[in-house]
């Protein structure tokens, strides 16, 4: 039972399934309200109900019913629908740009969204945090709470109530971090005087300086382009009635009698991640001067440079923007300039596919989805079992290879929008969005080669794959400089230096500014390029050399107890994984390499007694392996890959950890939804629910195959 249920917010129809999602050949979500017959796909992703624990079959058994559950659950479009959530920072895009534009939300959504933030609410203090297992916080808090208000729900309601207690007891609306502040000005329930600045002539600057924005992290770049038009036309949204009630109830002051000025870099203590450096606070300071006295025709020239990146991101994306965050931002620049014009009507309308459903109720997730991505573990994770070819399995696999195939950027980006060039690469949700990223174009590469490994016509199609992947490669000088030479970042190569970090503005988050080198993301690259070499000598030299640079910069990472960081999933059992995947597939093992050693020690030394091994979002935020008490699924898929793969020699420390994957397998085949695996900037955890069957079929698999190799049989 829900918390919702106990306080009788009824689900928008009694049968959840009355919802349907739709999705189109290239992968695109939209939930839709309506009786329909329910798909395997919504039964999978709405069902309440698990069904009890099996105890323990086989392992040939546990393969195959796991492989064929979790085919059984795909969209006939070839991807994995799941609701990619954890951030609790998102979902206020949609309702203050629906707010702002006067755009009606459906009553079956807005219960949605309510019956999410009330089963999301803290069990104790009743407030919400940066992600959903966090602890409350000012921001999380504030939106959250201002959400609920949008959304009709009553000051007096048991949820609004204690959730206000906690935020005026955390100090009120004025703690909030920069994006708060944006947000909460943006809805005329705060002052823009009170907020940092972010003018638009920072994207006026030439080029060739090192702080241009366009040298940032796509997404600080991406989010701070309509932030910073906002921010330069002061913009609010229309005073009423229930904005004003809201007004009276975040702040521990009258509104009028709040000195918004004095709050500008006021931050609730438990919100702070990244506090402000000496540097960003004197660079604040000349901005807010200059922001006093410059003209008005300056603002606006510059707002009409921001506009078209506005334009140009949407151009590139069709109208989906990168992710919600920007997309919620764009919808209201584009509103502001045009009105309700057709480009902003669409612009709304994708903003939508960001929504999902859940049996907790509706929320934004973190992206559009994890589509690429997860399609292309599955493919790979079918063939590690040997089940690619299994009637149960075979439909859904070539189905999930033609989405890949499909999902290839094949177009680059209109001129002006300072991206790189993308044809051949992979994102990683869908091709809409259209954005690079390094181990998304690796993994999706390596996964059409094992389905088809001697199709002539598509090695052709990765030369443009390996131009890009090669592209991305850290190995100017500034990456000796930085001791990140050969190494893979996320969507682009470095471009600004790490100092920029200096002026993170954020807050909340760390990491955002630029680019980093991250270990996963080498890893994932090194593996694509493994893959393509043992299919053609297309850039043989190129490619064999950014392999040996890219071995070299992971080995320099590893830190002294043999770990190694992870900044996409959590966290050194993740990073272990890809790091001695990456080794095994260039003949390093146990037995020959110290580094692999290391590697594989340093995760057998925190294996849990029941077998498993589970971490906690801790280590990401401190930097050091923080275990649960109990063991978690993927994790423990996480690190038996990695020490299968360096064949690790003690089968015994192994077999414990697949008992543990056997033992909480259900009858049916599939595993249930356990914790949190993936984060962001060190501070934000995500979930990635397809994790629970893509990584324990492979350990399963790769652990099959060690024991056929070894002439042994599972007892
Ligand atoms: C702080 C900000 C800007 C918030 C908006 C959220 C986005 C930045 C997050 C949500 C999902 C996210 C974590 C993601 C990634 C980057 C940052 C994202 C897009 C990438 C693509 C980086 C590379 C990683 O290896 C991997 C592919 C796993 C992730 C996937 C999700």
């Not at 109830?249 to 009028?256: D, L, N």
């Not at 009507?345 to 903003?351: F, K, Q």
């Not at 989405?403 to 980006?413: H, I, V, Y």
């Not at 900044?567 to 001695?580: D, P």
Request: hydrophobic share 40%; with cysteine.
């Amino acid at each position: 039972m829900y918390y919702s249920d106990q306080l009788g917010i009824e689900p928008s129809a009694t049968e959840e399934l009355h919802w349907t999602l739709e999705v189109s050949d290239l992968g695109n979500q939209k939930w839709h309200y309506g009786a329909q017959k329910p798909s395997a796909v919504e039964k999978h992703l709405l069902q309440t109900g698990r069904p009890v624990a099996s105890g323990n079959p086989s392992l040939d058994d546990a393969i195959e019913k796991a492989a064929a559950y979790f085919a059984s659950v795909q969209h006939e479009s070839g991807t994995w629908p799941n609701m990619y959530k954890g951030p609790m920072f998102v979902t206020i895009g949609y309702v203050a740009s629906a707010k702002f534009t006067g755009t009606p939300i459906p009553d079956h959504v807005t219960t949605e969204l309510v019956r999410y933030l009330v089963n999301t609410a803290h069990p104790v203090d009743g407030g919400w945090g940066l992600h959903e297992t966090d602890k409350s916080t000012c921001f999380g808090t504030t939106i959250n709470y201002v959400i609920l208000r949008l959304l009709g729900l009553g000051a007096d309601h048991p949820t609004c109530v204690k959730a206000r207690k906690t935020l005026l007891a955390m100090g009120g609306a004025t703690g909030n971090p920069h994006w708060g502040k944006i947000w909460l000005s943006v809805l005329n329930l705060y002052k823009w005087e009170g907020v940092n600045p972010a003018p638009s002539e920072l994207f006026a600057l030439p080029y060739w300086l090192p702080v241009h924005p366009m040298k940032w992290w796509v997404h600080t770049r991406a989010i701070y382009a309509p932030v910073s038009y906002l921010y330069n036309c002061k913009a609010q949204c229309k005073l009423d009635p229930v904005l004003k009630q809201i007004r009276d109830e975040i702040y521990t002051r009258p509104f009028a009698e709040i000195n918004f000025a004095a709050c500008r870099n006021k931050v609730c203590g438990i919100d702070l991640y990244y506090p402000h450096t000496k540097v960003l606070d004197a660079v604040n300071w000349m901005m807010v001067q200059y922001d006093r006295y410059r003209p008005r025709w300056l603002a606006k020239w510059a707002n009409d440079i921001a506009y078209g990146l506005v334009l140009k991101e949407l151009e590139n994306t069709d109208d989906l923007s990168i992710a919600p965050v920007n997309g919620a931002f764009n919808s209201i620049v584009v509103y502001i300039e045009e009105g309700r014009s057709k480009r902003f009507e669409r612009v709304a309308e994708r903003l939508k596919e960001e929504l999902f459903l859940s049996p907790l109720g509706m929320t934004m997730m973190g992206t559009n989805g994890s589509q690429v991505w997860d399609s292309s573990f599955a493919v790979q994770c079918f063939h590690v079992a040997q089940v690619h070819n299994h009637e149960a399995v075979a439909a859904a696999h070539d189905r999930a290879v033609d989405f890949l195939l499909r999902s290839q950027l094949d177009t680059e980006c209109v001129p002006g929008s300072y991206r790189d060039k993308r044809r051949g690469a992979w994102p990683f949700s869908t091709k809409d969005q259209g954005y690079t990223v390094s181990d998304c174009s690796a993994e999706a590469m390596k996964a059409v080669l094992m389905a088809r490994p001697a199709d002539a016509e598509l090695i052709q199609r990765l030369h443009n794959t390996i131009d890009v992947l090669l592209s991305l490669q850290n190995v100017d000088w500034s990456s000796r400089l930085m001791s990140y030479y050969g190494s893979f970042s996320t969507y682009e190569k470095i471009k600004a230096t790490p100092l920029m970090e200096l002026l993170n503005p954020a807050e909340v988050f760390g990491n955002i500014m630029v680019e980093y080198p991250y270990v996963e993301c080498t890893d994932s690259s090194i593996l694509g390029l493994v893959y393509f070499r043992k299919h053609s000598s297309y850039r043989a030299a190129d490619v064999e050399r950014a392999i040996s640079r890219a071995l070299c910069y992971i080995e320099e990472a590893q830190n002294p107890d043999g770990s190694w960081y992870g900044c996409w999933g959590i966290c050194y059992t993740y990073s272990g994984m890809f790091a001695l995947e990456a080794f095994s597939e260039t003949g390093h093992s146990y037995a020959n390499s110290d580094t692999v050693r290391r590697g594989c020690d340093f995760l057998v030394r925190r294996q849990l007694p029941d077998g498993g091994w589970g971490e906690s979002m801790k280590s990401c935020e401190t930097h050091t392996y923080v275990s649960t008490k109990e063991s978690n699924l993927v994790q423990t898929s996480w690190a038996l890959i990695g020490l299968l793969l360096a064949e690790y020699p003690d089968l015994t420390v192994i077999e414990r950890g697949i008992r543990l994957l056997l033992q909480r397998q259900a009858s049916d085949g599939s595993w249930a939804i356990e914790g949190v695996e993936g984060v962001f900037n060190h501070s934000c955890a995500i979930e990635y629910p397809n994790y629970r069957f893509i990584f324990p079929i492979k350990a399963l698999g790769l652990y099959r195959r060690r024991l056929r190799q070894g002439g042994r049989v599972w007892r």
